[in-house]
């Protein structure tokens, strides 16, 4: 029980953050307007999940321009990944 | 230690997988008014090919010009009015689950699903020109299948069971020649209202 318990991971015991790294993971990249539409948040909320997921090294983000507009993407990271599918065998253990 | 939250969590990255990387918009119902139409256009094909044959022996069939150009109106419709229904559905569940009707996702989809069907309605008109009318049935429901199956990466699974019974019956109907029409009518009738009505109420809409 207690080795299922440290694979739960804080990062995504919050639904927005949940969301964001389920979206990426499955898409090569997504830009900041896709993920806000798909979560149904504000800005200023993504913003700051998306922060902390960067802090933690579970995204990346890559800035470019289209037409001369800032076009910002982001893309989860291997470690990212990772740690998505093991929080997600960790909930299955314990639901099981 | 909150069961029901997991639970939810579980089914929250399930759909945002979906929803962020498959046209979902696919409606069930779109697959049985095609089915609808397909049985419609296949007792029509029926009544223009073997007006004057028994109904359970080997069927051969005489295609004169005038039957052919009827045939293939006959198909035209069919595909016209799926095609319109289909697209009015779909829209309509895109508006109902607040999606897109029009992203990259069902570019995607459209893309992979064209591929396989484009090259199979080229071929079966070459051969059907060229008078293998026989062999038309079986072809269309393969390439139709392999169709299905290249394109459900990016939509709902169910159509990736639904193109392997496609090639299955495609595959039996090639050795069966004489019955294609009715292959075709279990292919495209028959199975696109079973797979349409799972489709429906699975995904509640």
């Known amino acids: 029980m207690k080795n299922i318990l440290k694979d739960l991971n804080k990062a995504f015991e919050n639904k927005v953050r949940l969301g964001i790294m389920s979206a990426l993971v499955v898409n090569d990249s997504l830009n900041f307007n896709t ?42 990271t291997e470690e990212g990944r990772d740690a998505l599918v093991k929080h997600i065998k960790a909930i299955e253990q314990l639901l099981k | 230690m909150n069961k029901e939250k997991y639970i939810e969590d579980i089914k929250d990255i399930k759909d945002m997988m979906n929803r962020s ?72 569940k895109a508006q109902k689950i607040n999606q897109k009707l029009w992203d990259q996702h069902t570019k995607k989809y459209l893309i992979n699903l064209s591929i396989p069907l484009i090259s199979g309605g080229i071929l079966s008109l070459i051969l059907l020109l060229e008078g293998y009318g026989g062999l038309i049935a079986p072809l269309t429901l393969i390439f139709y299948g392999l169709a299905l199956v290249n394109g459900s990466h990016f939509t709902l699974k169910e159509t990736r069971s639904l193109g392997i019974m496609e090639i299955l019956l495609g595959l039996l109907a090639t050795y069966f020649v004489g019955y294609g029409l009715i292959f075709w009518a279990i292919g495209f009738g028959l199975l696109h209202i079973i797979y349409g009505a799972f489709m429906y109420f699975n995904n509640k809409i």
């Open chain 1, 35 to 76: 993920l806000k539409k798909l979560l149904g948040v504000t800005d200023g909320n993504l913003a700051s999940h998306i922060k902390s997921l960067e802090k933690s090294e579970y995204i990346m983000v890559q800035k470019e321009f289209i037409d001369r507009k800032p076009n910002t993407k982001y893309s989860a």
């Open chain 2, 21 to 92: 990387s498959r046209f979902i918009s696919l409606s069930g119902m779109s697959g049985i008014c095609a089915g609808v139409f397909s049985l419609i256009g296949a007792y029509l094909a029926y009544e223009t090919i073997y007006s004057d044959q028994e109904y359970f022996e080997y069927r051969w069939t005489n295609l004169t010009n005038e039957s052919l150009i009827i045939l293939l109106a006959i198909a035209l419709g069919v595909i016209l009015f799926s095609l319109i229904t289909g697209i009015y559905f779909t829209t309509r």
